[in-house]
Structure formats: C-alpha cells, structure tokens
C-alpha cells in the first residue's frame, strides 16, 4: 500500500476533494469490506502460536483484511507514516496488535449472494493485477523489494473495490456502459459526480491514513504524459531516444503505479481497444524494452494471475484475452435516460464510433481520433521506399487510413496512358470491392472528377454538400456518396495528375472533419512520392540491362 519514501516530493499537494467526493468519501470511509477469509483461516490468524511471516503470508491472501493493520501502523506516531509494506506493518504492531486489529475487522464475510459482492470481488481482482504488473516491472530496479509500492498500486482502486457495496445498482449499470463501449471515468463523473480516484482521496483523509502515504493521483496532465511517451515505444530494431521532458516524466518513481493501474483496468475493458495499445506502446518507452516483449509478459501475467483466484463466479483478467475483440465503440448513454432502457435497447440504438475528440450536435455522434504515431511510422516507410509495388503500397495505405485517421473506405482512381477514362485501380472497405474494381469512369467536362484532375490538389466535401456534388459524378460513383461527406484528392507522378483517391468514414452517421482531411492530404502526397520512387526503380532497372535484352 505504501509508496515508495522518494516518491513524497513528487506527489506534492493533493487538491482539496470536491463536495461530491467528499460526501461519497464519507459514506465509504464507513463501510465495512467484506473479508474474503474462512472461518478456518481466521481461527488461523488469530492463533497464539502463529508467527508473523506465516500471518503475513495469510493477509496477503486477504488484502481488505490487510488494508486496516496498514493503516493502524501507518498511524503510529513515531514512523511517520513510512510504512514499507505488509512485513514492516506487522514488525511494527506486533502479533498481539496485528490480531486486535484483524478481530475488530473479521466482519462481514464475503457472501456472492449479496448485492454488490461479486462486483467488489471483480474490481478486486483487476486491483491485484495490477499490483502483479508493478512487482513484475519494477523487481530488477528495487532488489530490496517491491511490496510497499505494489501496495500503493491496489491502493488506486480502493473506492473502485468498495463503492459496488455502498450502491450495488448503480455500480451494475457503470459496468453495463462501459461494456457498451463507454469510457469508464467519463461513466463515473456522469453517475457520481467525481470520479474515483478522488472519492478514494477522500476516503484516505477520513480513514487518518498520512498524506505521505496516499497513492499517486492521476490528474489532468497524466494523459498527455502517456500519450507523449507512447509515441517513442521500442519497435523497430533499436529503442528511439526520449525527449529529456518524456524521459523526465517515466523516471518519476509513481510513473510504474500508474502505468500497471491504468493499464490493468484498460485491458479490464478490452484488451484490443485502442487506448490498451496506447499504453502498452508507453510501458515499452517506461521499460525500455522492445514492444512485443512488453505485450508478451503482460498476457504471461495475466495469465499467470488468473491461474491465481480461487473464485470461479468471477471474469479473471486473463481470461478476457480468449475473448474477441468488442465492436466499435458505442455512443455515450445520456446520464438522464430512464434506468428502465435495458442493455440491448441502448446497443441497438447507439451508432459505432471510435475514442472520442469531438462532439458533433447534429448527429449527435462521436468521432474517431487520429493515431498521429501509425500515420507518420508509415509516412517514413513510405519516404525510405519500402514498398516496391503499387498493390503493397495502396493496401498499407488504406490500413493506415482506417486505423491511424478512421477512414475506413477508399478507392483509387487511375488514367492510363492515352485514355480519357478513368479506371480503379483499388478499393477497400466495400462491401464488393472486386466488383468496383472493375468500374471505368468517364470524366464530365463540368465534373468535379475533370476539375480535379485538370487542376489537381484536394477537396473535402461536408455533409451539407454531398447532393450538389453528387449530382457531377457518373453513376455508379454517385450511389457510393455517404451523407457523412467524402474526400478527394489527386495523386501526381513527374508533375501532372495521373489519378485520384476517395475515401470517407464508411458510415452515414460518422462526419467529415478537419483531422480526416489533414490526414488524407498526408496519405494522398505520400501515395504520390510511392509512385515517383516506383518509377524511378523500374526506370533504374531499364537503364542497367544491356542493349537488346
């Protein structure tokens, strides 16, 4: 529970709660969590004759019956709150105390027919992993021990672990939006006011625990922090350089905490999300390992924790890796619905979407946010000429346009030599894809398509304009139009437009906005330098060969 002595200056001041987190602090703060102990083990525990490290090893099983022998040492006057951990802890009260303290606290058991319980024990479990991550990432750094910061780690989660027993219901609907999709602290400022993480601050200042001794907060800064770090992760050969500033930040003794208490509630909610694999890409720049290493020993730790619970009424972590990826991100539920919707009405009705950056009011949907860091991994392969041939160069980049921008469907129109007509060449994201590219499109004069290729650059097409241009582009183009809006843009070899690129979001009720279209300007011109490089390869081969082969 106790975070490391270097940590303090780091910390700094906590902000006074909110009146909403110190009104849900108070109510925690007197809550009794149920002890997950037998009758057995218990009469164990408060035997005369056990040793310490043999109690030690059974309030490890155990850690909310822990948790109050942490915090009656932590109280002792003369340490000053530096507890290093559960040994240190009972080294300090003594076996008489350490068992006062255990008796006092013995109430209620774990009972999964409760309201509230088996929830208290899923968050639980996702604590303890967590803590699991920290032992497993920091152990070579500290040889002395890890325990006092692995407890800090389960420290984060307290009111996550106690706040299903205080309101049962209302915790059991956070758990069905974020299964829908929603983010899961978005979900608890909706429903409580605050999130979390400051009702457990709170609930540590009225449970007496030292400031000193609080586990670190994630503030509004935390998230630029990770998604900074992310983007210097270890994947090509060699680890890249950090930035003074990201190195300055990953080396903060609290940065290990929150990284395994982000990351293991973040594969909780879905281990194939994409802010999952943001943050693996930190841990790879916090640890200084290669990325598919990083992945590897946190599926093993899942794994391996899972192996570890007893309780079967429980999803383990590791188990949700067999699981397959969720669908597209759902909208978020309005705070005010009626509690009466069910689960599948609110699936039903909501429309897929990706991480939220944006709110469009007319549609009232969300939008996706672009991976600046796939986009530009792939702008430098195509710069180095990596790919050699037109089909590996199109398919990388429709990959990049769907995961790094959101775009999820394109075309690529072409003019071969000595023609007027416009043939694809490519397409991905159709539903017949094969049968468009078969398409061959003859230009209008007054067309958008001839405009285009005569003066070149791009264009991107809002909602509000998708009938006017509609009615300039040859059938079948004009029944492909989405009422979300579409982009176009030409692509140019030796200075002169020899073709096209449409894309758009692949859903009527995903908008067009300025981050699609900067984006699709990149892939277009980089789609452009693929073919110059082309080029120049297959010229570069002509001109070897000797006359006449």
């Excluded at 639980?124 to 699991?132: D, M, R």
């Excluded at 984060?156 to 106690?162: A, I, K, M, T, V």
């Excluded at 208490?261 to 694999?277: F, M, P, S, V």
């Amino acid at each position: 529970m106790m975070s490391h002595p270097e940590s303090m200056s780091e910390i700094g001041q906590f902000p006074a709660p909110s009146p909403q987190a110190e009104t849900w602090g108070k109510r925690l703060a007197e809550l009794e969590a149920p002890i997950l102990s037998q009758r057995q083990q218990l009469q164990r525990m408060l035997s005369p004759s056990i040793s310490l490290l043999d109690l030690e090893h059974a309030l490890a099983a155990d850690p909310m019956l822990a948790w109050p022998v942490l915090l009656k040492a932590a109280q002792l006057p003369r340490i000053g709150g530096q507890v290093q951990g559960l040994q240190h802890a009972l080294n300090l009260l003594g076996l008489d105390k350490t068992q006062a303290c255990i008796r006092a606290h013995s109430k209620p058991a774990y009972d999964r027919n409760q309201p509230g319980h088996t929830h208290y024990l899923q968050a639980l479990s996702v604590g303890e992993f967590a803590a699991q991550l920290l032992r497993l990432w920091e152990s070579p750094q500290y040889p002395g021990g890890t325990e006092h910061m692995a407890w800090s780690t389960m420290l984060l989660s307290l009111g996550r672990y106690l706040m299903p027993l205080l309101e049962p219901k209302l915790m059991a609907q956070l758990e069905r939006r974020v299964a829908l999709g929603e983010r899961r602290s978005r979900v608890e400022h909706s429903l409580l006011g605050c999130n979390l993480a400051e009702i457990t601050i709170a609930m540590l200042r009225l449970k007496g625990l030292p400031e000193s001794q609080w586990p670190p907060m994630i503030d509004s800064r935390t998230p630029r922090h990770i998604a900074a770090a992310g983007h210097f992760a270890w994947t090509d050969i060699m680890a890249p350089e950090l930035p003074r500033h990201i190195a300055l930040w990953l080396r903060r003794p609290n940065t290990g905490m929150l990284l395994a208490h982000l990351l293991a509630w973040r594969a909780y909610d879905g281990w194939y999300d994409r802010a999952t694999w943001r943050l693996l890409h930190t841990v790879s720049a916090y640890l200084n390992q290669p990325l598919s290493q990083v992945v590897a020993s946190v599926h093993h730790c899942a794994a391996r924790t899972s192996r570890l619970q007893r309780h079967t009424e429980i999803v383990t972590v590791g188990e949700l890796l067999l699981h397959p990826p969720r669908a597209p991100r759902t909208l978020n539920t309005d705070p005010t619905e009626s509690r009466s919707h069910t689960e599948s009405q609110r699936a039903a009705t909501a429309a897929p979407a990706l991480q939220t950056t944006s709110h469009d009011d007319a549609l009232n949907v969300t939008t996706p946010a672009p991976d600046i860091h796939h986009l530009k991994q792939w702008l430098k392969a195509v710069q180095q000429g990596q790919y050699t041939d037109l089909r590996a160069l199109m398919h990388s980049a429709a990959i990049t346009m769907t995961k790094g921008l959101g775009i999820e469907r394109c075309l690529l129109l072409m003019r071969p030599p000595k023609s007027e007509a416009l043939r694809c060449y490519y397409a991905h994201g159709f539903v017949e894809p094969d049968h468009l590219r078969q398409l061959t499109l003859t230009e209008h004069s007054d067309g958008v398509l001839a405009r285009m290729m005569n003066d070149g650059g791009a264009l991107k097409v809002n909602a509000d304009r998708v009938n006017a241009i509609k009615r300039q582009l040859p059938p079948p183009l004009n029944t492909l139009c989405l009422q979300s809006g579409l982009l176009l843009a030409s692509i140019h070899l030796n200075h002169h437009v020899v073709g096209l690129l449409w894309a758009d979001t692949g859903h009527a009720e995903i908008q067009l906005h300025d981050q699609h279209y900067l984006g699709f300007k990149k892939v277009a011109q980089a789609i452009s330098h693929g073919f110059a490089l082309q080029a120049k390869g297959r010229q570069a081969i002509r001109t070897s060969q000797p006359p006449g082969s």
